[in-house]
């Protein structure tokens, strides 16, 4: 609602502006940072993998010990998302995001200069809790830049660069590696984060809804100068925060949202327990039909190419048909993926066309899940709600490869692994319903304001 100026006039709210007025260059400059964000940070959580075959040359590392190196690093993310992410809600979306980035830059820099595996692994904790805390700002940073039409594709083009991040930067870090050894791996990691931070400072302001909820005595003219670069006029006056005087975190965890933190956090655990077994096991399902590894290796770049793709897809599908049918369809068709990779004959041609399909549903639900946190928490807490079910979706992303070997490993075979792995899928559509239900009856309680007035 609009707040009313001293003249008892109706004021103009600033978010309302935002989210009914066509993009401008500045804010679609603002999402490109947003993006190059997201592709360091998928970078960063990777550029171990290229540097492990030469780590375990020099210093005789056992794969298991490789494994752990990597794994520390998913670890870090989580407790980067539970706990540096939510700070994002009191220090500010901008802060946070230049922080992070600096964090990034220092850790993969001494990552470069590790003398041994201990300490590798320290600073490779503290990589993935820097990534953590940028995959939290990051995504709520995009959406808040972005008006309400243009939201769903904002969000796809963030999905799509993670992985392009990571893939562009290792072919560059390929070739130093080949020059300068393992430890060239970590350069792009410690060259681009400074790039995005010195363009951050000039074109990356703080969205008006922390400037507003949280106001400080400059508030009004950071508003006004958001405004202007965005080809609006100024507003003479703030509306009133909407809370005050209780923490993100006691919001988040309480009355208000609890039902809303506990079944977006089920839902994306189950979609991760699922994505990350298929993601973690197909190259192993194709060679255990028995192709090679190099062979197997082309069905998981399929699965990539099928997340480019599907990304964009799901987001034009949520803005034509709303987030909820969107989502359901994919967290479904992903669960029938798995089914069908359990069962699918040795035919790679086939292995190949199932690998695009599948991963046009494991990756576009992401598109869908974060609008759909987006959506569902006000942008005062809505980093913290970000982070926390992020975070510990990473617990779940550990643990489901894991999961899935014991399956793989049991009676249940390939075949019973993959249609016991692909009911998660399911399950999750099925919580997703019922939310959905839940919220239509109480939407004033569950939404934010800004999706109530949309």
């Not at 100026?5 to 004021?11: K, N, Q, T, V």
């Not at 510990?392 to 075949?415: E, F, K, Q």
Request: with cysteine; glycine share 10%.
């Amino acid at each position: 609602m609009a707040s009313l100026d001293a003249s008892g006039a109706a004021a103009r709210d600033p978010r309302e502006i935002v989210l009914r007025s066509p993009m401008s260059s500045a804010q679609r400059l603002a999402v490109a940072l947003c993006c190059a964000m997201l592709a360091i940070d998928g970078y960063d959580l990777v550029a171990v993998t290229f540097a492990m075959p030469g780590i375990g040359a020099e210093w005789g590392t056992s794969k298991a010990m490789l494994g752990a190196l990597f794994s520390i690093g998913i670890i870090g993310m989580a407790g980067g998302c539970l706990v540096l992410g939510p700070l994002a809600d009191s220090i500010g979306r901008r802060p946070m995001a230049l922080a992070s980035l600096t964090l990034l830059t220092a850790s993969m820099a001494f990552s470069a200069l590790a003398p041994d595996m201990t300490q590798l692994m320290v600073w490779r904790f503290i990589t993935g809790a820097g990534v953590g805390a940028l995959v939290s700002v990051a995504y709520p940073l995009s959406v808040e830049y972005s008006n309400i039409q243009s939201r769903p594709i904002t969000l796809a083009l963030m999905v799509i660069s993670f992985p392009l991040g990571s893939a562009v930067c290792g072919l560059i870090a390929s070739e130093l590696i080949a020059v300068f050894g393992w430890r060239a791996a970590f350069i792009p990691g410690v060259v681009l984060p400074p790039l995005v931070i010195l363009l951050s400072l000039r074109w990356l302001p703080e969205p008006l809804g922390l400037l507003i909820e949280k106001p400080r005595p400059s508030s009004l003219k950071r508003v006004n100068s958001y405004l202007k670069s965005i080809g609006q006029s100024p507003v003479e006056s703030l509306p009133p925060p909407t809370h005050q005087g209780r923490t993100p975190i006691g919001r988040v965890f309480g009355k208000e949202f609890l039902r809303t933190t506990i079944y977006l956090s089920a839902i994306y655990c189950f979609y991760t327990l699922t994505a990350y077994f298929l993601l973690a096991w197909l190259p192993q399902i194709v060679t255990d039909l028995g192709f090679s590894p190099a062979v197997a290796t082309t069905v998981s770049v399929a699965t990539n190419i099928g997340g480019v793709l599907g990304a964009p897809i799901t987001g034009f599908a949520i803005r034509k048909l709303g987030v909820f049918r969107v989502l359901a369809t994919l967290l479904m068709g992903m669960g029938a993926a798995v089914f069908v990779v359990g069962i699918a004959p040795a035919d790679i041609n086939l292995l190949r066309i199932l690998g695009v399909i599948a991963g046009m549903f494991v990756f576009g639900p992401i598109v869908g899940l974060t609008l759909l946190i987006a959506e569902n928490y006000p942008v005062e807490v809505r980093a913290t709600g970000m982070g926390f079910i992020v975070g510990i979706s990473r617990w779940v992303a550990a643990i489901g490869p894991l999961v899935g070997g014991v399956l793989i490993s049991s009676r249940l075979g390939i075949t019973g692994s993959c249609i016991l792995m692909g009911i998660a899928g399911f399950v999750a559509a099925g919580l997703l319903t019922q939310f959905h239900i839940i919220g239509r009856r109480a939407r004033p309680d569950a939404m934010s304001a800004e999706v109530a007035r949309h």
